[in-house]
């Protein structure tokens, strides 16, 4: 039989492809350890049990949180009308900034973090600056750098809108007293917890293939991807990197020292949660004080019995990673632009930028360039 050089080519690559096929591997399956897969399970169950905050009145109350939806995006809440909430915390990017810092009414030092998952914090702010939700907006009113505002202004914008005024009275009540000075600010950003309490991201990839761990189920679990499951081999197991990103939000909700620089353009140092604790223990609206609606003070111990350490210098908030590829860049400063950037920091981490006191369980992993792109790929399925 006479055969063209079209169909010798033909036969050929399809034999090739036979050959080629056969000699292929089978699909790397990724084995967890028992320890492993006690950590997996340790991530969840998601969304997690809550209770409203006992110093905020209308914490979990859903006519204050939509007022505080109408102030989160309320220019007005800063002096001149210049900024609002929203500025900073976009929603397309998850209600974290997408520059390296914000920009306030001067020039700041820090990425606003996100606020997705907010009310399960302790802490607030990359400093720990706050104690409570609501006093974290309260920082933001008073600070010179960022809505430069105050009681004044506050009591001046409910004088003037009687729209708002009325939702305000909806809310906290028609007392009149309620309307005046620090208190009204202090209701103002109450009602923005309240609203902020509502940001809860929504269950992943990564809750799916949590939940089969957790059921036994292997043939659930294998229906994640590949390359986000040799990931979480490495997240769960030589990296330890759940050891600070511990729980269903990933975060341990502490704070760390990670190598990032401290140092301030033009001169100057981030003293982190040194300086926070600061702030905290002396701020009249922690917890401890008498704006807080909670008379027995029963979650104002982790602030009474907070003490300033040495280590604490240079040490800022562990975030949580839930959502974590929208809030990009990364890091108290924003120094690191993307999640490949994160991954490479802590594979690659130059121990001598951490300070003696430390936190010594950083170790460079010294990744290959697939193990980079595989821890990636895990954190993207968060």
Not at 83 to 88: E, F, G, N, Q, V
Request: charge should be negative; charged fraction near 25%.
């Amino acid at each position: 039989m006479k055969v063209t050089a079209l169909a010798l080519t033909a036969t050929l690559a399809l034999s090739a492809g036979l050959v080629s096929a056969q000699q292929k591997s089978p699909p790397e399956t990724v084995s967890f350890t028992e320890q492993e897969r006690a950590a997996i399970i340790r991530q969840g169950p998601w969304p997690m049990p809550w209770q409203p905050d006992s110093s905020n009145r209308v914490s979990g109350d859903a006519e204050a949180a939509r007022l505080g939806f109408r102030l989160f995006f309320d220019d007005r809440l800063s002096a001149g009308a210049v900024m609002s909430c929203a500025t900073c915390h976009r929603p397309e990017h998850g209600f974290a900034e997408n520059l390296p810092v914000s920009k306030g009414r001067a020039p700041l030092t820090r990425n606003a973090p996100g606020l997705n998952n907010v009310r399960f914090r302790r802490w607030f702010g990359h400093d720990g600056g706050t104690d409570s939700l609501w006093a974290s907006s309260i920082r933001t009113f008073m600070k010179k750098e960022e809505f430069a505002a105050g009681p004044e202004l506050v009591e001046d914008l409910l004088a003037r809108d009687a729209d708002l005024s009325r939702e305000f009275q909806a809310v906290f009540g028609p007392d009149e007293a309620l309307r005046k000075g620090e208190t009204a600010m202090v209701l103002f950003a109450k009602a923005l917890a309240a609203f902020q309490e509502t940001l809860v991201s929504e269950r992943t990839m990564f809750d799916e293939f949590r939940d089969a761990i957790a059921a036994g189920d292997d043939k659930a679990a294998a229906l994640y991807p590949d390359d986000a499951a040799r990931g979480a081999k490495l997240f769960f197991g030589r990296g330890q990197c759940h050891l600070c990103h511990f729980g269903p939000t990933f975060s341990n909700g502490e704070f760390g020292d990670v190598g990032i620089s401290q140092f301030l353009p033009g001169g100057g140092v981030d003293r982190g949660r040194y300086a926070g604790i600061g702030m905290v223990k002396t701020s009249r609206f922690n917890l401890l004080g008498a704006f807080s609606d909670d008379p027995q003070h029963t979650t104002a111990g982790k602030t009474k019995y907070l003490e300033l350490k040495p280590r604490n210098w240079g040490e800022f908030s562990v975030p949580g990673l839930r959502g974590v590829s929208r809030t990009a860049p990364y890091m108290h400063n924003g120094s690191l632009s993307t999640l490949h950037d994160v991954v490479e920091h802590y594979s690659e981490l130059d121990t001598g930028r951490l300070h003696a006191d430390a936190n010594r369980i950083l170790k460079p992993l010294r990744l290959t360039d697939r193990e980079a792109a595989d821890l990636v790929a895990f954190l993207e399925t968060l």
